[in-house]
């Protein structure tokens, strides 16, 4: 047997993890294409205990430093394929394959894209896909956030708190979202609801300066936010059968152990924290995912 614990991602989950694990002199190594992952590319984090104001980088390589410092191995890698053996699972990444008693995944989700003009040319010059991660920045700005599902109304309304205006485009002239949601964004003077329009293309010289929609008309806007969907990344693991919900997020016990034995999951993947995808959320689930290996390798 290779280590005690595989874990794949090595982001806000996974690093915290691997420390963790090292600190139970558990033997583990932490696979990610991507150092850092997502967190590790946003310009700047302000909701991080303790760092009033810090780069996501930073963040990250403090992260893996401990990681590293605590006994944790990390592998800058792809994995491939993941199989169960009888021992436990056999990992295959580009370069290598592992053995290993346990697994925890933590390979996050993916945002959906519009696919738009400009969309990934502004992305962080302000074009984000989390209202709750960079809202903050936009205090007393004109925002543009596109959506039709809770998660859009939510995140309008989060940012009527902050933002000077909101205008919420969705293509339809009814929303997909709980009817508590519309009727509390309806409530807001700050939130404009911009119906049966998509987005064509987004502008501006450095930074992102106007939306403009398909019926032509522009939206001044220093800040463009989607809200559409995001994806699960649990393609690694769906040969193995496990117990998905109905958005195919993982579901874990209380322990973080999905429906298969021997394989955790944390962070953004799983039914866990309410779904509330956060970095910290994401650390404290991998923490918690550690400890409960450790106590399954107490007891044999």
Request: aromatic fraction near 10%; hydrophobic fraction near 40%.
């Amino acid at each position: 047997m290779d280590y005690d614990v595989v874990i794949i991602g090595s982001g806000s989950a996974g690093l915290p993890a691997g420390m963790y694990a090292s600190r139970y002199k558990l033997k583990n190594v932490v696979i990610g294409r991507e150092p850092g992952g997502a967190l590790a590319t946003s310009h700047k984090v302000e909701n991080w205990p303790g760092v009033l104001s810090a780069s996501g980088k930073e963040i990250m390589d403090n992260f893996a430093n401990h990681a590293v410092n605590s006994g944790s191995e990390i592998l800058q890698d792809t994995v491939s394929y993941i199989a169960k053996t009888d021992e436990g699972f056999k990992i295959t990444t580009t370069n290598k394959e592992i053995t290993s008693k346990f697994v925890i995944l933590a390979s996050g989700n993916t945002y959906r894209k519009l696919g738009v003009p400009g969309e990934a040319e502004f992305l962080w010059k302000w074009v984000s896909y989390c209202a709750t991660c960079d809202g903050n920045f936009f205090k007393n700005r004109d925002v543009v956030l596109v959506g039709g599902w809770n998660t859009a109304l939510t995140e309008a309304l989060y940012l009527s708190e902050l933002c000077n205006k909101v205008y919420l485009v969705h293509r339809k002239d009814t929303f997909r979202a709980e009817n508590i949601w519309v009727e509390q964004a309806q409530k807001k003077d700050n939130i404009e609801f911009v119906l049966n329009e998509e987005v064509d293309h987004i502008s501006g010289n450095f930074f992102l300066e106007e939306v403009v929609l398909k019926s032509g008309k522009v939206l001044k806007a220093d800040g463009f936010f989607v809200a559409i969907w995001s994806d699960p990344s649990i393609e690694l693991v769906k040969d193995l059968h496990p117990e998905i919900d109905e958005e195919n997020c993982l579901v874990v016990d209380k322990r973080q152990e999905t429906s298969v034995k021997w394989l955790y999951a944390a962070g953004d993947v799983t039914t866990n924290s309410n779904k509330f995808k956060q970095t910290i959320m994401s650390a404290a689930e991998w923490c918690l995912a550690a400890d409960s290996i450790h106590e399954d390798m107490l007891r044999g």
